[in-house]
């Protein structure tokens, strides 16, 4: 497997949560890495919401601090995003997205930099 699956997106009203997950290879979690969650909403460009990488540096966008956690655990080869106390502009298409042999630097939220993406999972913040 080189693509990541998400999963774990859904509707939720205001103020609710979610966890959105992230399934990669063994084999990206053997070494370097970099993971990102970007989302993209209809009409708008793809943005960086969180990232961690193998010394588990995490990184946040602005809009999401102290809101949403990004963790893994390696003994699953997965990734989450936790997202607590969501609001309707967090509403989007989810995608995790990887690249190995480097580790997140200030980097972390351009798409540009990472080689394998998944198909995303949608969330969906009613008000």
């Known amino acids: 497997q080189v693509q990541p699956v998400e999963s774990g997106g859904g509707s939720v009203q205001g103020g609710g949560s979610l966890t959105l997950s992230c399934v990669v290879s063994?084999?990206?979690?053997?070494?370097?890495?970099?993971v990102s969650w970007f989302r993209q909403a209809p009409g708008k460009e793809r943005e960086g919401v969180a990232g961690?990488?193998?010394?588990?540096?995490?990184h946040y966008a602005d809009a999401v601090k102290g809101r949403f956690t990004i963790s893994k655990d390696s003994g699953k080869n997965t990734l989450y995003l936790q997202m607590n106390s969501l609001k309707p502009e967090d509403s989007a298409m989810y995608y995790c997205?990887?690249?190995?042999?480097?580790?997140?630097?200030?980097?972390?939220?351009?798409?540009?930099?990472?080689?394998?993406w998944g198909q995303g999972t949608q969330v969906t913040v009613s008000s």
């Open positions: 997205a990887y690249s190995t042999g480097r580790l997140c630097g200030t980097g972390w939220y351009l798409p540009r930099g990472f080689d394998y």
């Open positions: 063994e084999y990206t979690l053997s070494a370097n890495y970099c």
């Open positions: 961690i990488d193998t010394i588990s540096s995490t």
